[in-house]
């Protein structure tokens, strides 16, 4: 069965403090690798699409990476607004299936 | 665009009720998801469609879950009747291509059975 593990739970940090959030998965057939955001009482924001290991993507203060068994998402100095949960996903043919998410909470 | 849209935001009904959810996905957008979030499962697909025909019901609970796509445009979940473990946020989402799943999802109907 297909599984999709991410680490920490929750994850507290200090405005500036860079950390990164992991991705392990188990899967046959991977198509792909995706982050989402979520905010509270809202529906995930997609934020990377990873195909291939060495494969990398940056948008702002976020950089994903995959390998062949998991993905980093790192941020680099977050500010609060970075707060959120972040979900990481994985395709097989054409279902999407996600793993339960890191709360990340940036405090000022 | 309005991105996706769903309604109502909030439902809270009687155990034994019939619920209907509904969805109007990005226009150009040729498959559309339903999915359920909750704390302990997390999100799960219950079904998806790909140019209005549904392809994979497999997450589908139970029978008293159906769901319909129409048209293009509108999309529904319906379960009846509702039961108090049905109680999650669902989350509609479109993609402009079933191979291509970054997929834009709606802000969620909060559902509440009593």
């Known amino acids: 069965e297909d599984q999709v593990t991410q680490s920490p739970e929750a994850l507290r940090l200090q405005e500036g403090e860079s950390s990164s959030l992991n991705c392990s998965y188990t899967v046959s057939g991977l198509r792909g690798l995706f982050w989402y955001r979520q905010d509270p009482g809202k529906g995930p924001e997609f934020l990377f699409t990873?195909?291939?290991a060495g494969e990398e993507k940056e948008k702002e203060r976020l950089k994903a990476t995959l390998t062949k068994k998991e993905s980093f998402l790192h941020i680099t100095a977050p500010k609060p607004e970075d707060s959120a949960t972040y979900l990481c996903a994985v395709q097989v043919a054409y279902k999407l299936s996600f793993g339960a998410g890191t709360t990340v909470t940036v405090r000022a | 665009d309005a991105g996706v849209i769903q309604s109502p935001r909030h439902e809270v009904t009687e155990m034994g009720q019939e619920v209907t959810l509904r969805c109007k996905p990005i226009?150009?957008?040729?498959?559309l998801f339903w999915y359920r979030q909750t704390m302990m499962r997390g999100l799960e697909l219950l079904i998806y469609?790909?140019?209005?025909?549904?392809?994979?019901d497999s997450g589908m609970p139970e029978d008293r879950f159906s769901a319909k796509m129409p048209n293009a445009s509108f999309s529904t979940l319906k379960i009846q009747p509702s039961e108090p473990r049905d109680s999650a946020v669902y989350f509609c989402a479109s993609s402009s291509h079933l191979a291509n799943t970054e997929a834009f999802f709606g802000q969620g109907t909060r559902l509440t059975v009593v």
């Open positions: 990873l195909y291939s």
């Open positions: 469609f790909n140019n209005n025909v549904p392809i994979d």
């Open positions: 226009s150009g957008h040729n498959s």
